[in-house]
């Protein structure tokens, strides 16, 4: 299983309503350095539907400015249909959101 394979194993498992950070999926996927891979791998998500890209943010919880799928705003009005509450300039609290798997 390659890189991004495994990276997309796990964005697959994050739950609705939850939010992981770049970092957190990388670690989970195998290797602690691969947070910028894990940017790459869902740029380029080959099947969005299944593979919930919208649900990972950066470290402080910010939306990417460059979702690959319709933009920030897309990425927020799809976290906030599952209930995750994003302020007006694209942040979400870790606190209360992130997956704890």
């Known amino acids: ?3 991004f394979e495994k990276i ?3 964005v697959r498992k994050i739950p ?3 939010v ?3 970092g957190q999926v990388a670690l989970l996927a ?4 691969w947070a910028r891979v894990v940017g790459y791998a869902l740029h ?3 099947d969005p539907e299944h593979i919930p890209c919208f649900r990972v943010v950066n470290r402080q919880g910010r939306v990417s400015p460059a979702f ?3 933009g920030e705003n897309r990425q927020i009005e799809l976290l906030r249909l599952e209930g995750v509450e994003v302020s007006d300039d694209g942040y979400v609290d ?3 959101y992130i997956w704890q798997p």
Request: aromatic fraction near 12%; glycine fraction near 12%.
């Open 1 to 3: 299983m390659n890189s």
């Open 30 to 33: 195998g290797n602690p350095h």
């Open 68 to 70: 690959a799928f319709g």
């Open 8 to 10: 997309y194993e796990v």
């Open 94 to 96: 870790l606190k209360k």
């Open 44 to 46: 380029v998500n080959p």
């Open 20 to 22: 992981a950070t770049y």
């Open 16 to 18: 609705a309503g939850r």
